[in-house]
């Protein structure tokens, strides 16, 4: 196989787990979540809605990066490699 096939294919597993993960952690924290957590629920319910963002975020971008001595780049792998606009604004967001 080759390698960015299987890197792609690990991405969207594991947006497929993250997904469901931070889905069911909002779900319970938000349902299951005794009354003495206090403020500590809302700390929770924001690192899994965030966590579930970047995830979002990171399948939609697909982003890479290149390292060559003490300089590096990142760049867009999907279809927003050609949106001159739209890419650098949702790199910039990861």
């Known amino acids: 196989m080759h390698i960015a096939f299987i890197t792609?294919?690990?991405e969207y597993i594991?947006?497929?787990i993250?997904?469901?993960?931070?889905m069911t952690l909002i779900l319970l924290i938000s349902t299951r979540t005794p009354p003495n957590f206090g403020s500590y629920?809302?700390?929770m319910l924001?690192?899994?809605?965030?966590?579930?963002?970047?995830s979002v975020i990171d399948v939609l971008?697909?982003?890479s990066m290149h390292?060559?001595?003490n300089g590096f780049i990142v760049f867009c792998t999907s279809w927003f490699k050609y949106d001159p606009i739209l890419a650098p604004?949702?790199?910039s967001k990861l």
């Open 8 to 10: 792609t294919l690990a």
């Open 46 to 54: 924001w690192f899994a809605a965030f966590s579930l963002w970047y």
């Open 61 to 63: 971008a697909q982003p």
């Open 41 to 43: 629920k809302y700390l």
């Open 67 to 69: 390292s060559y001595h």
């Open 14 to 16: 594991g947006f497929v």
């Open 18 to 22: 993250s997904f469901i993960a931070n």
């Open 89 to 91: 604004i949702i790199i």
